[in-house]
């Protein structure tokens, strides 16, 4: 699979007091850091997703690509902006991560891909399976580039639900463990990823 590696650090982190959730301290790593490392041997090469100023992530020495669509449409304007920037360099798709979750799967692209070929989809998502019921998460994700075009036009229609415009294309899901996607999204949230490497929870 010729898969470039996006990584989702677009949001606004309300919940944190804003800035960016990536750049936090897990244990004497950014939690953009633990994304990296998991991501990376996954995928071909990486870019970060954000708006901003780039140069706040200059030391991870990845490219910095902004949403190609105004206002903060949400994760499917990184998805969006994620399949141009990979179409131009010749990439065939993209695999998606947010850059709050640490513990993601080692072989999430491996098993999303999977996913597509079984199901004969040309998206896959990552699920888990919560209180008996399967929990999709939208914003780790195979996604292939040649379906660009077909999402700008969505989003520019107004559609900002993930499951919405993937539903559409009938979308693979790939079951994980429980928990698997675990994100930092409130101060409690990082003490308890600490714990987590800490081996306390």
């Known amino acids: ?23 936090l301290v ?10 990296i490392d998991r991501l990376g041997p996954q995928v071909e090469r990486l870019v970060i997703n954000a708006n901003g100023d780039p140069d706040r992530f200059a030391e991870y020495g990845l490219p910095v690509i902004p949403d190609t669509l105004a206002d903060f449409p949400g994760p499917l304007a990184g998805v969006l902006a994620g ?3 990979a179409a131009e360099r ?12 640490p513990f993601f799967p080692h072989d999430l692209a491996e098993r999303l891909d999977r996913a597509t070929h079984k199901a004969k989809t040309p998206i ?7 209180e008996g019921r399967l929990v999709r998460h939208p914003t780790f994700g195979l996604w292939p580039v040649s379906l660009r075009a077909d999402l700008r036009v969505a989003l520019e229609e107004g ?11 009938g979308a693979a899901s790939s079951a994980f ?13 990082l003490a308890h990823a600490t714990d987590l490497v800490k081996g306390r929870a």
């Open 1 to 23: 699979m010729n898969a470039l590696g996006v990584i989702l650090a677009g949001g606004q982190a309300r919940r944190m007091g804003g800035g960016d959730k990536g750049l």
């Open 26 to 35: 897990l244990e004497g790593m950014t939690l953009l850091d633990r994304v």
């Open 124 to 130: 896959a998502l990552a699920a888990t399976h919560e």
């Open 159 to 169: 559609l900002r639900k993930v499951v919405l415009w993937t539903d559409k294309h």
């Open 90 to 101: 010749g990439f065939d798709h993209i695999v998606t991560a947010a850059a709050d979750t």
């Open 177 to 189: 463990e429980e928990g698997a996607f675990f994100n930092v999204n409130t101060p409690e949230d």
């Open 83 to 85: 399949m141009e920037y």
